[in-house]
């Protein structure tokens, strides 16, 4: 059985997409190769076309690249950066953040579908961070994202799944991916995502703080695959009371 992530048309074998804003450079090849991520997200700042620190050159060619508009707080910014991304073969897919709010560092959802919409008619394949909220993935989807990415927690907090029932109720109702992105601290967090049912998860804190970070990559990436096929297998049923495995009686008898 085939179990492929597709995003606007495009597919993925992995479910593990990895933030590289808190790496060495040297270290982002082995973190790929270890988490086995397929998808990677980058700064544009750190794409430093022509210059001596360039993160494209650490990371493997086989990768798509998801370049994120880290920085911009407004719609127009977040299309400015978008552009000159591309204008720099970064590709067309792009991860649209827009943050005003700089103490909790929540995403600007209303500005966020603006830009959504005039990145998803320029051609570009639009997967917008967003704070959980049903109408707003409306009408991200709408506006023509091809994934949605909801928060799990802030952005760099490592507290995992403190906005889950959301989470769950965008996983029910939106018709493109749900990937959750921000905040999750530990693989288990990861996999239990996984179950829930959501396409695919996005970590760059709790690798890149990790002690061996090449290791808990790997980890994670065995964890989200745990979880999607606990999904695909359909979880077991939870009871309220006990229930014995085997008979407790008749074993016995003649």
Known sequence: MTDQLV????????????????????????????GGAEIVTLALRRANHGGEEN??????????????????????EAVKIARLAREINCGNFIKVEVIRDSKYLFPDNYETIKATEILAKD???????MYPDLNVARDLVSAGAAAVMPLASPIGSNKGLCTRDFIEILVSEIPVPIIVDAGIGRPSQACEAMEMGVAAVMCNTAVATAKNIPLMAKAFGQAIASGRNAYLAGLGRVLTHGEASSPLTGFLED
């Not at 494209?56 to 690249?65: A, G, Q, S």
């Not at 998801?66 to 911009?72: D, E, I, Q, V, W």
């Not at 051609?123 to 961070?129: A, T």
């Open 7 to 34: 995003i606007g048309g495009h597919t993925f074998n992995s479910r593990f997409i990895l933030g590289s804003g808190k790496f060495s450079l040297e270290i982002v090849k082995a973190v790929v190769e270890n």
């Open 55 to 76: 993160i494209l050159d650490y990371i493997p060619k086989n990768i798509t690249l998801l370049p994120n508009t880290s920085g911009a707080r407004t719609a127009e």
């Open 123 to 129: 051609g570009f394949v639009v997967m917008p961070y």
